[in-house]
C-alpha cells in the first residue's frame, strides 16, 4: 500500500494564503474629508478615530448629543472636527474619502449608505454590516505601528479581548522604535546597501527593537547596526541554502532560528510532509516550490531538489530548504547539504524539534490504530474464508 504524505499534498504550486474574511487595508486620511452623519455616543467615537488619523471630520447631526458638543469643543486629536446642526445632504459626500453614519432606522441607513455609493465614497454605518463597504475592527495603538483585529462582526467582544491580551504584551517602546525607523529610512535607502542588504538593516534593526523595548533609540543604534550591516553585505549576496526543520508538524514548535530563516528567505524549498500551518510565519513574498515526493527513493528525488537548490542559491536567492522533522538529520545518504558544499554554497542547518512527547505519541497511537484495523479486516475476511471453505466442504455431493 503506498505511503500517504500528510500535510502539503504534491501539486504544481504550493499554497500562498487561506481565504480572508475581510482584507485589512490602512487609509491614509491626513488632510482628507471624511463625512458623519447621525448622533449618539459611538457616532462621536467614529468622529474621534477619523480625526485622530488626521482626516478633516463634519459631522452632521440635527440634535447633537452631549459627546459630539463636548468633541467639538476640545481640541481635535489631530485633524479638525467641525459639528453642523443639520441632515446630510448629498452634496455633503463631494470630495469625501470616507463616510460615516450611525441610525437605528434600516432606512435611513440604507439611504446614506446608497448616496455615498454614487459619489464614490466608501461607507460604514455603525453596526449595519448590510450597509458597510469597510469596518473599522479593534485597534492597538503604537502608532506609526497600529495593529487592527476583525472577526467579520462575528464576535466583536473576542476582538476586543484579543486586542486586550496585545496591549499587555506589545510593550508602549514599540512606538519609539516604529518612529525611528520611519526617521532612519531615508538614511538606509542613501546608504549605497543593495536591497537584499537594506532588508538584512531592517531584520537587524528588529531584531535590536525586540530587544530593547523600553530603550529610546539612538543614532548610536542606527549606525551600530548599518555598520554591521555593510561588513555582511558581500558574502550574503553570494547566496545561501539554509536547512530548516520544521518539527513534527505543530508550528507552534519552530525553534525562533527557524522562523527567523522563512522570514528572510527569498526562496522556500517544501518537503511534501510539511503542514501547511508552518508556512504562516514565512515571509509572504518568498516564492515556495515543491519538491521531493512522499517516496524519497523515486528516480530523480535528490537530483531535482539538489540542482533547483544550488541553481537558486548561485543566483544570489537565499534559499530555505524546508523538511518534515529535524533538520540535523540532513546528513543521511541523498547529499543535499554535500551537494551545496561541493557547489561553493554556504549552507546552515538549523535543528527543528525531532518530535514533542505527546506529537509523537499521537503519531505512534494514530499508526497503531490503522495497523490494528488493518489487521482486524485481514482476519475478518480469512474467517469469512474458511466459512466459505466449511460450508463448501459440507455441501451434499
Partial sequence: MPRVARGLRRSKRAPRME?????????????????????GPAV???????????????VLAQCPCEQLHA??????????????????????FCGAAVAVAGFDDDRDA????????VAGVPVNVIDKPAHCDFSFGAIVNRSPLVIGIS?????PVFAQAIRGQLEA??????????????RWRKAVQSSGLSFAARRRFWQAFARFALAHPDRAPAQSDFDSVLRQT?????????????????????????TLRAVRALQSADVILIDDLVAPDVLDFARREARRILVGHADQGAPGYADDANATMVALAKSGK????LKHGDAAMFGRPGGEIAACRVAGVAVEVVPGVAAAPSTEASILLERFLALAANRRQRDQEAERERGDQEAEADRPL
Fill in 151 to 155: 472577526t467579520d462582526g462575528a464576535a
Fill in 71 to 92: 468633541l467639538a469643543a476640545q481640541p481635535p486629536p489631530r485633524g479638525a472636527i467641525v459639528l453642523q446642526r443639520r441632515a446630510w445632504q448629498a452634496e455633503d
Fill in 19 to 39: 481565504p480572508l474574511a475581510r482584507l485589512p487595508i490602512f487609509l491614509a486620511l491626513d488632510g482628507k474629508r471624511a463625512v458623519v452623519a447621525g448622533d
Fill in 318 to 321: 537565499r534559499v530555505v530548504r
Fill in 44 to 58: 462621536a467615537w467614529k468622529a474621534e478615530l477619523l480625526s485622530a488619523a488626521g482626516a478633516d471630520v463634519v
Fill in 169 to 182: 504584551m506589545i510593550p508602549r517602546g514599540f512606538a519609539g522604535w516604529a518612529e525611528a525607523a520611519r
Fill in 110 to 117: 440604507q439611504r446614506f449608505a446608497e448616496a455615498a455609493r
Fill in 230 to 254: 555593510k561588513a555582511e553585505a558581500m558574502p550574503a549576496e553570494a547566496g545561501s541554502v539554509t536547512f530548516v526543520g520544521a518539527g513534527p508538524g505543530d508550528p507552534e514548535l519552530l
